[in-house]
């Protein structure tokens, strides 16, 4: 016989198992948690950003791109970007460029592609001289080539104006006089005609954008000596240059190289610069003197800030839904990097449970995502309606269709152990459980 006070115990226990609120709450999971996420120092590939590879092609005597060391390049010195020169050097004096050679330019294009990579392109007609082209053939020349910028649009990422004078730096030229500004007006329009506007163009000076397209924000700048001298050899030639250029939006896509050691191209100042300037991308070759003086660490720092460096700061999720229910998910992002992404992407929390994926856009545009302000996303969206456990995942795909699903083309954050480089997703180390 069981004595009246164990009775009694009984029977509490089993009316609080029966009523709301009480030891039903205790047991309960949680809908939702909050995740804290640490920070890496990884140097990675990220798409258009970073230091690039270099490289430069005479039409005549074609070096084609590898799309096997081009990869080689994004895998093992996380070089996203390649620097492409296209000189044109038997057209300078001829209206049409064979199909032959448009067919080279295409082809390297498609290596690109296939290595996962994009370009910073450029074209020329000479490296040695002033002997360029007349205003009147350079457009015949665009016009050709705008077919297969359009066609490869997702794999360029920045267009420089070129063209004109020794290098296509607008300098040394036979064609285009300094008071040519009509003129070169018409060659930066045909560019910006001839690629898409997701394309940024490039021009070398800041005197050359303020006096042709001043409030143009696709348009940046090219600095193929920064740091060399107290105006970077001729770069700046206004007095409030480097104020208007840190006051462009951060957008604007800024990048180049050094070129001299001077009592300014030491890493106090670079940093400095990159940072007030929004620098992208930067040549990791020349001038090998001006690097080295970085030191590794200060080289370390340019590449990982060159661009964006996106982390994920926290999240808060959902961990607990009925079929089809509505739930919230939030997560704060900080760019760590010189620049907010050039281009615009998607940025979408998928759900995964074996094979089966669904995928949330979350509103946002990445190219306001400015350096060292922290960015919260929140999105609002309906549970699976499979019952199971699905994982949570965060993924910024190419806004190509043709390279979305392509995982070198996604953007990796900057947090230890979340990115998986077979799908191009950034777990968030949270799981969704849907149950009836």
């Not at 006070?5 to 309960?28: F, Q, R």
Request: aromatic residues 8%.
């Amino acid at each position: 016989m069981v004595p009246y006070p164990a009775k009694a115990v009984a029977a509490a226990t089993a009316l609080a198992l029966l009523m709301p609120g009480t030891a039903t709450a205790a047991v309960t999971a949680p809908t939702k948690v909050t995740k804290v996420y640490a920070a890496s120092d990884a140097i990675f590939a990220n798409p258009g950003r970073g230091f690039f590879t270099y490289t430069e092609t005479y039409l005549s005597q074609h070096e084609p791109l590898s799309a096997a060391e081009l990869s080689d390049a994004r895998v093992k010195e996380s070089h996203s970007l390649v620097f492409r020169n296209f000189y044109l050097d038997e057209y300078s004096g001829r209206d049409t460029i064979t199909a032959s050679d448009l067919g080279l330019i295409s082809a390297d294009l498609a290596a690109a592609r296939t290595a996962g990579v994009t370009l910073v392109m450029r074209f020329a007609y000479t490296s040695a001289s002033d002997a360029d082209a007349p205003l009147s053939r350079v457009l015949k020349h665009i016009a050709q080539l705008k077919p297969i910028l359009v066609a490869n649009a997702d794999v360029i990422a920045a267009l420089q104006a070129g063209f004109i004078g020794r290098w296509g730096e607008w300098y040394y030229t036979r064609n285009f006089t300094a008071a040519d500004w009509s003129d070169r007006k018409q060659v930066v329009a045909a560019l910006l005609t001839a690629v898409p506007a997701s394309v940024p163009i490039q021009v070398r000076t800041p005197a050359y954008k303020r006096k042709i397209f001043p409030n143009d924000a696709r348009i940046g700048i090219h600095n193929d000596c920064f740091l060399a001298s107290d105006d970077d050899f001729g770069t700046y030639t206004a007095p409030d240059d480097r104020t208007w250029l840190a006051a462009q939006p951060a957008s604007a896509l800024v990048g180049g190289e050094t070129c001299q050691v001077s009592t300014r191209s030491g890493w106090a100042t670079a940093s400095k610069e990159m940072a007030a300037y929004h620098w992208t991308y930067l040549n990791p070759t020349f001038n090998q003197d001006v690097l080295d003086s970085w030191g590794t660490a200060g080289r370390a720092v340019a590449a990982r800030k060159l661009g964006y460096r996106i982390r994920l700061v926290r999240a808060t999720l959902p961990t607990r839904s009925k079929p089809s229910g509505t739930v919230t998910a939030s997560l704060t992002l900080l760019n760590e990097g010189y620049a907010p992404p050039a281009r615009n992407r998607p940025v979408q929390l998928v759900l995964t449970s074996g094979n089966r994926r669904i995928v949330t856009t979350v509103k946002s545009d990445v190219r306001t995502w400015a350096p060292g302000k922290p960015v919260t996303l929140s999105v609002t969206f309906k549970a699976p309606s499979q019952t199971g456990a699905w994982g949570l995942s965060l993924i910024l795909p190419d806004p190509s269709v043709k390279l979305a699903s392509t995982p070198a083309y996604a953007v990796q954050l900057a947090n230890p152990g979340v990115w998986n480089p077979t799908t191009g997703r950034n777990t968030l180390g949270a799981t969704l459980t849907v149950a009836r």
